[in-house]
């Protein structure tokens, strides 16, 4: 099994940045990907970027591209996601997860437990 941790969740100004980020602990040796999705109240759960945890590939959701960067560090089984230009509906509960390099939230077998995110206007 693998955890995930995930902190740097607050309340921004829109425009305003925020960093979140994703510790994983156990069997981190067998990380294919990760990803980060995020879902608003009364919202289904969304995908916002995935990374590969070797090669590094990135794939963002539209609606971030340009905004946000996922990162990782495999030394300390961390994956980063930098959000940037703020806006209010960016405004959810970001959970990361680890599974295969994709869009679809079925495809993410371990998830955190979340880390909220408010952006005012």
């Known amino acids: 099994q693998v955890q995930l941790v995930e902190s740097g969740g607050g309340l921004v100004q829109a425009g305003g940045s925020l960093r979140l980020s994703c510790a994983a602990s156990?069997?981190?040796?067998?990380?294919?990907?990760m990803g980060w999705f995020r879902q608003a109240p009364g919202k289904e759960r969304e995908f916002v970027a995935a990374?590969?945890?070797?090669?590094?590939?990135?794939y963002y959701a539209d609606s971030v591209k340009g905004r946000f960067t996922i990162s990782r560090d495999t030394a300390t089984s961390t994956v980063y996601l930098q959000m940037n230009s703020l806006k209010p509906e960016d405004t959810a509960t970001y959970y990361c997860?680890?599974?295969?390099?994709?869009?679809?939230?079925?495809?993410?077998?371990?998830w955190g437990q979340g880390t909220q995110v408010t952006v005012s206007s």
């Open positions: 997860a680890v599974g295969s390099y994709s869009a679809l939230a079925r495809d993410y077998r371990y």
């Open positions: 156990g069997r981190t040796f067998s990380i294919g990907a």
């Open positions: 990374i590969t945890w070797t090669a590094g590939d990135t």
